[in-house]
């Protein structure tokens, strides 16, 4: 499976939306941690989506896509959510690492990560920080990625099944 990866802009996501949408539906009802519980309600999802966008326009998001070769199909996605005080200049929060369950253990989300350290590089962001559901496959990714684990947080949110659970803090400091 071939795909490019490509961040976009705020006009280059709205016609997406609807391909954003199902990405984040994928993945809630996959059952991953990422801020929603299923079944995900389409009017929640849209807002979250234009809250996006906004965040682009306004220059505090980066969205970066991955497409399949020759279709345009969305395979997968994350965000960079750029810190804005005046001191925290030098960091970013890794958010919303989603890949399509058809697309997932191809390599789309090291790509994706990849191409994100590389924008993040390019934008002055020097250390990213990120948050996973702890115990999540994702955590072993991170980890190979050079991410190093902080901590957990016990009881930091409700999980799925409605019951609390815990959240572990990654970071890593990007080489010039």
């Known amino acids: 499976m071939e795909y490019i990866i490509t961040s976009l802009s705020a006009a280059e996501a709205r016609p997406l939306l609807p391909q954003l ?3 984040l539906r994928d993945a809630v009802d996959s059952g991953a941690s990422v801020g929603f519980l299923p079944p995900l309600p389409a009017a929640e999802a849209d807002e979250y989506w234009q809250s996006v966008v906004a965040a682009i326009e306004a220059g505090h998001r980066v ?18 959510d750029l810190a804005t005080r005046p001191n925290s ?8 690492l989603l890949v399509h369950t058809q697309a997932r253990r191809r390599g789309v989300a090291r790509q994706l990560l990849e ?9 002055g962001r020097s250390t990213l920080v990120l948050d996973t559901r702890h115990g999540d496959g994702a955590e072993v990714l991170y980890q190979n990625m050079g991410y ?21 803090v990654y970071y890593k400091l990007l080489a010039d």
């Not at 200049?89 to 919303?96: D, H, I, M």
Request: charged letters at 15%.
């Open 115 to 123: 191409a994100l350290e590389a924008q993040a590089r390019q934008l």
């Open 21 to 23: 949408y199902e990405l």
């Open 63 to 80: 969205l970066l896509v991955a497409e399949q070769s020759g279709t345009g199909e969305l395979l997968g996605t994350v965000q960079l």
């Open 148 to 168: 190093q684990f902080v901590g957990a947080i016990p009881a930091y949110f409700i999980n799925h099944d409605g019951l609390p659970h815990a959240t572990a």
């Open 89 to 96: 200049l030098l960091r970013a929060e890794v958010s919303k």
